[in-house]
């Protein structure tokens, strides 16, 4: 390992900024020398560029700018572009973040040319492999050297996958380090007021493939989002990626329904945090308004995050129920956590890893390297 070892943070998209700058932050606070590479998969301004802003992350060392596509043309745009900024700079270790498809393939590119990986977020799991996040997050984990888990059944779920124990951190969750950060800057008033919303109003965030990327299925989702608008008024931030086919399936601007741009991060959770109820099929999202202790349906089959169900606010449900869900969700009014919330949801997961980081750095519990060389 170099005197001066070099940490690279690979980022695609807006899940991977919030959980990335509780660690980007620590590890600069210890003095390790680290550096971001943008990958561009959220190329939209409103979609990136505003989080680095928000999170106070610094400009990247390179942005690929691959932009949108499909699964295959993005990932493949992915590897050649990873290829080159790794081969580049040649870090001693690359951090990579959640289940998208950045992810997948810089842990790739990683493992071909042996330099050592870690994995924030690992041993979620939905067990749907009909979810591409789901095949990354497997991918991911197989070949990662550090693994980072949030919640306690990641560590069975990865035992169960023979992961040795020994790469494996139980560290808590950045992405609530990033809300607790954030907390005294929520105020949904500037918000509401701006997007001229009433006093109560619900907040609805669509995008996932299974629900928008055909028109049956987005044609079933709008209609019952429509059905929970006649109950309260729904404002919806819509992801570049599922605007068109949700527009085309009747999702306009109504009385009842607010269609605007995705917002930055202060903004939006300001939003979730004065919401009535809140309608997703993001997995941050669930974990947001657990912490807020704000309603949220699920739009969704499973979740791989079954610790917001458990200790939060949470309900998985089908669009044909989600009707029916709002309203009693709206009636019982504001939820409280069911206890407290999950473990190591403390604000402090970013050091926590830091800290093994820059441990692992000084060759303290070196874990073998998951495929080629160990580079020195």
């Known amino acids: 390992m170099r005197e001066n070892p070099l940490v690279l943070h690979v980022l695609g998209a807006r899940p991977n900024f919030v ?8 590890l600069g606070e210890l003095g390790v020398r680290q550096g971001i590479i943008h990958t561009g998969q959220h190329y939209d301004a409103l979609m990136s560029d505003v989080f680095f802003a928000d999170l106070g992350l610094p400009e990247p060392v390179a942005n690929l700018g691959v932009g949108s596509g499909s699964h295959a043309k993005q990932t493949a745009a992915l590897l050649v572009g990873l290829e080159e900024v790794v081969q580049e700079h040649e870090p001693d270790l690359v951090v990579v973040y959640g289940d998208v498809n950045s992810t997948l393939a810089a842990i790739l590119v990683c493992a071909k040319l042996g330099v050592r990986t870690a994995h924030v977020e690992a041993g979620l799991r939905s067990y749907d492999r009909g979810m591409p996040e789901e095949v990354n997050r497997v991918v991911t984990d197989a070949l990662a050297d550090l693994l980072f888990a949030t919640s306690p059944e990641a560590l069975s ?3 169960g996958e023979g ?4 790469k494996v951190h139980l560290v808590g969750n950045p992405m609530i380090d990033s809300l607790y950060a954030a907390l005294p800057s929520l105020d ?22 299974a629900n928008v990327d055909t028109p049956e299925a987005a044609k079933e989702l709008v ?43 202060v903004d939006f959770l300001s939003l979730v945090r004065g919401a009535a109820l809140v309608v997703t099929d993001s997995g941050g999202v669930q974990e947001e308004t657990t912490m807020l202790g704000v309603p949220c349906l699920t739009v969704r089959p499973n979740t791989e995050r ?3 169900i458990t200790h939060g606010t949470n309900r998985l449900v089908t669009p044909a129920l989600l009707p029916a869900a709002a309203e009693k969700a709206l009636a019982d009014g504001a939820a409280t956590p069911a206890g407290e919330l999950p473990v190591l949801w403390d604000g402090k997961a970013g050091p926590r890893i830091a800290t093994v980081i820059a441990a692992w750095l000084k060759g303290d519990n070196l874990a073998p390297a998951s495929q080629g060389k160990r580079r020195e």
């Open 188 to 209: 949904p008033a500037p918000v509401v007021a701006r997007l001229a919303l009433p006093a109560r109003y619900a907040v609805a965030t669509l995008h996932r493939p």
């Open 157 to 159: 779920y990865l035992a």
């Open 306 to 308: 079954p610790i917001t």
């Open 163 to 166: 992961v040795p124990a020994s």
């Open 223 to 265: 209609d019952a989002v429509l059905e929970v608008s006649r109950q309260i008024p729904i404002v919806v931030p819509i992801h570049p990626r599922g605007k068109a086919r949700l527009a085309e399936a009747g999702l306009v601007d109504g009385e009842s329904i607010k269609v605007v741009d995705p917002l930055g991060y």
């Open 19 to 26: 959980k990335a700058a509780p660690v980007v932050r620590a």
